[in-house]
């Protein structure tokens, strides 16, 4: 079945307006094209559907049949089509971002308020989880991108690094390793701790290190307990400020939080380290209002990280 969309919109044109001369204004096209187009419609149906005088227009039987059964599938298409177009302009849509709770905190506002500007319509949501629930959220099709670390090999992932990311211990003004302008992770360990809940990318990476700093060979040796075990951000550095113990936060968070009346020194360690990335399957296309957002991203990245304070 050869359905031809100008055709028929030019019947409807003609049939609206009962005139072929305004059709052909409405339809851009010159009023013998226009003839041509009903003339190849009747044609390929096989039927009359326009009679055409010198002073009206008038539908057969045939026409009105057949006007009746296409113009509401035809009106439906061409909204299909138009929210296609405002979708892939920017001008609807929802930005759905799952990201590491440091990059959710440090990053992703600074793409958002970028991209808001640019693209005023679009909805955005952001989710805020671990790193092994982000990587079973883009493999489930969940979301269409996630923003954190990729620490083992995943073929099926595009991973595009954005940052790196470090570790800082943080207290309050007078604490006793104020003096220091940099903290191995066994001068740590006669302090009380705030750590972040376990299960996080930033736990794992602090267990690994204090455990090494009660003893480098010990690979099986417990974990370290904190004083206080948290899962946010700003409840750690809350804790800290109260004087229950030194807080270790990622640096991306550092600037967005209140550090009024706290000290903030990094962990000097190479495994105090970890490289915050962009994260999507590589057989998935991306929609266009998440194309937007990564774009608005990579020009914030830099930023961002010039902003944060020196890794060691």
């Excluded at 971002?97 to 319509?121: D, E, Q, T």
């Excluded at 480098?216 to 946010?232: F, I, L």
């Excluded at 009346?261 to 998440?290: K, Q, S, W, Y």
């Amino acid at each position: 079945m050869n359905i031809k969309y100008r055709a028929v919109k030019a019947f409807l044109l003609v049939v609206e307006s009962r005139s072929f001369t305004h059709a052909a204004g409405a339809l851009g096209v010159t009023q013998p094209s226009l003839s041509a187009l009903i003339q190849d419609l009747e044609d390929t149906l096989g039927l009359k559907l326009l009679e055409r005088s010198t002073r009206s227009v008038a539908l057969t039987e045939a026409g009105e049949e057949f006007l009746q059964r296409i113009q509401r599938p035809l009106a439906d298409v061409e909204e299909a089509y138009r929210s296609a177009l405002d979708l892939s302009a920017a001008r609807r849509g929802t930005v759905i971002v799952a990201a590491l709770p440091s990059a959710a905190f440090g990053l992703v506002p600074h793409a958002l308020a970028r991209l808001r500007s640019v693209h005023p319509a679009l909805q955005s949501r952001v989710i805020e989880a671990h790193t092994d629930q982000l990587l079973e959220m883009l493999r489930t099709n969940q979301v269409e991108c996630a923003i954190g670390p990729l620490s083992e090999a995943a073929p099926d992932l595009h991973f595009e690094p954005l940052l790196t990311d470090g570790y800082y211990a943080v207290f309050p003004h007078g604490h006793a390793l104020a003096q220091r302008s940099s903290i191995r992770w066994e001068q740590l360990l006669a302090h009380d701790l705030v750590l972040l809940a376990r299960g996080s990318n930033a736990r794992e990476q602090f267990d690994r290190g204090l455990q090494a700093g009660t003893d480098e060979s010990a690979e099986s040796a417990e974990p370290v307990m904190p004083r206080c075990d948290v899962t946010h951000i700003i409840t750690a550095a809350s804790m800290a400020r109260h004087g229950l113990g030194v807080a270790l936060l990622p640096r991306l968070a550092l600037p967005e939080l209140n550090l009024q009346g706290l000290v903030a020194r990094p962990i000097h360690a190479p495994n105090a380290h970890r490289e915050i990335g962009l994260m999507h399957r590589r057989d998935r296309v991306l929609g266009p209002a998440t194309r937007y957002f990564i774009e608005q991203l990579r020009r914030v990245t830099g930023d961002v990280e010039r902003s944060l304070l020196p890794l060691d």
